[in-house]
């Protein structure tokens, strides 16, 4: 007896060519609006940065002012840089910041970052339904983890810059009032600027650096997890 095969064509399973992300300019729009709605508490995070940075910058700035003052070779100056508390010998060319200054220095920068972390903990801790909602809605932890850095770095590179000026400024009209306009006259303007840019570089640094720990804490969670948290 012979028997009938029906040939059933196979079916394919739709395979999926790429996988749809947000663009980056989305994420930062994201993150810009997610800064607006948590405007007070980015602005004191903003403002521990402000205030390490001008220090950093103050002294830098003095020292390079310092320094060009010194390039005058004029004995007056000197001794005016060494009543100013600065520690020149009669051979010096150039002056650096004490060690006072830099562990002074380091330890503001340390506190800024120990700031910047529990200021970020603690946006996680609020934004908890906001982290799993995105999560249910396919969000990669990658794409969590952007959001918090792009906003580590708006706010770092905010708070850097009026720091890193502000310290820029008042380290020159200190030095104005110290020793008159050829503090002004005689300054390189190419070391002033490159230490308000490593000011900055430094600023937004620690402010990535204090919102990584958070960022990738944020970005493991597991949905459900986030949805049903208490705050």
Not at 70 to 83: F, G, K, P, V, Y
Not at 159 to 165: D, L
Not at 192 to 201: H, M, P, Y
Request: hydrophobic share 50%.
């Amino acid at each position: 007896m012979k028997q009938n095969y029906i040939h059933v064509p196979s079916v394919k399973t739709p395979q999926i060519d790429r996988q749809v992300v947000l663009p980056f300019l989305k994420s930062l729009e994201i993150s810009f609006k997610n800064l607006q709605v948590r405007f007070f508490r980015s602005l004191i995070t903003t403002m521990s940065l402000v205030l390490a940075v001008s220090f950093l910058s103050f002294v830098n700035v003095s020292t390079d002012v310092a320094n060009s003052l010194l390039n005058t070779h004029d004995i007056s100056i000197r001794q005016a840089l060494i009543r100013s508390g600065y520690d020149v010998s009669p051979e010096d060319t150039s002056v650096g910041s004490s060690p006072k200054q830099r562990w002074i220095v380091i330890l503001s920068l340390l506190v800024c970052v120990v700031g910047i972390v529990n200021a970020q903990l603690m946006a996680v801790t609020e934004r908890f339904r906001e982290i799993g909602t995105m999560k249910c809605l396919g969000a990669l932890d990658r794409f969590i983890l952007r959001l918090f850095l792009i906003e580590a770095g708006m706010q770092g590179l905010a708070g850097a810059s009026i720091g890193a000026f502000a310290g820029g400024f008042f380290s020159l009209l200190n030095a104005f009032l110290s020793f008159g306009p050829i503090a002004i006259a005689t300054v390189a303007w190419k070391e002033i600027a490159l230490s308000v840019f490593l000011a900055i570089v430094i600023g937004c640094s620690l402010s990535l650096l204090g919102v990584l720990y958070p960022a990738i804490l944020a970005a493991k969670m597991q949905p459900v997890e986030a949805m049903r948290a208490e705050y």
